[in-house]
T-cell receptor, first 112, second 114 residues
Framework: QKEVEQNSGPLSVPEGAIASLNCTYS??????FFWYRQYSGKSPELIMS????GDKEDGRFTAQLNKASQYVSLLIRDSQPSDSATYLC????????????FGTGTQLKVEL | GAGVSQSPSNKVTEKGKDVELRCDPI?????LYWYRQRLGQGLEFLIY????????KSGLPSDRFSAERTGESVSTLTIQRTQQEDSAVYLC????????????FGEGSWLTVV
């Protein structure tokens, strides 16, 4: 079992729709959760972090965390073509030195 | 500097040669990380530094890989006797400390071994 699992996609959504990206993790000691966006040929950029159960909203993005189910998700409202990218889920554990373990990413395509 | 700076941005090398990849973290960031990303794959952790020491080097794939950091600043990742499977982008990142701070990535060094 991979430490962090994501559906590789591609996930295709029409412009203006809600994109839902999911991630599960195996290490119950994980305490910090991140979503990075990576455009093709570019480095990852942080878009959301979440540390406690529940929802965290930032603009069009909402991160959801459920530690009991070891599940974290990212919702993108009013999806735009510029949101087309690979979304990487990453987790770190307390005492792990901020070391991030990444999933393989989900490719999102927002279609006109 | 304003961001994490890596060099070279692209490197093509012959199998069996040694390569050095350099990372200059954001000024004042004490934690520095190296990751590898093969084409179409996720990021693989290689090593991280807190200051000049490396508390976790568990991700280095073999003894051909080594890294050092001096002056709590620049880090060098060295790959000896390169193999074709070493072809990847090597991403460096830094954070203010190693405890729960946001990690910022550089643009990466794209390595191709032919």
């Amino acid at each position: 079992q991979k430490e962090v699992e994501q559906n590789s996609g591609p996930l295709s959504v029409p412009e203006g729709a809600i994109a839902s990206l999911n991630c599960t993790y195996s290490d119950r000691g994980s305490q910090s959760f991140f979503w990075y966006r990576q455009y093709s040929g570019k480095s990852p950029e942080l878009i959301m972090s979440i540390y406690s159960n529940g929802d965290k909203e930032d603009g069009r993005f909402t991160a959801q965390l459920n530690k009991a189910s070891q599940y974290v998700s990212l919702l993108i409202r009013d999806s735009q073509p510029s949101d087309s990218a690979t979304y990487l889920c990453a987790v770190s554990r307390t005492g792990g030195g901020n070391k991030l373990t990444f999933g393989t990413g989900t490719q999102l395509k927002v279609e006109l | 500097g304003a961001g994490v700076s890596q060099s070279p941005s692209n490197k093509v090398t012959e199998k069996g040669k040694d390569v050095e990849l350099r990372c200059d973290p954001i000024s004042g960031h004490t934690a520095l990380y190296w990751y590898r990303q093969r084409l179409g794959q996720g990021l693989e952790f290689l090593i991280y530094f807190q200051g000049n020491s490396a508390p976790d080097k568990s991700g280095l794939p073999s003894d051909r890989f080594s890294a050092e950091r001096t002056g709590e600043s620049v880090s060098t990742l060295t790959i000896q006797r390169t193999q074709q499977e070493d072809s990847a982008v090597y991403l460096c990142a830094s954070s203010l400390t190693s405890g729960g701070n946001t990690i910022y990535f550089g643009e990466g060094s794209w390595l191709t071994v032919v």
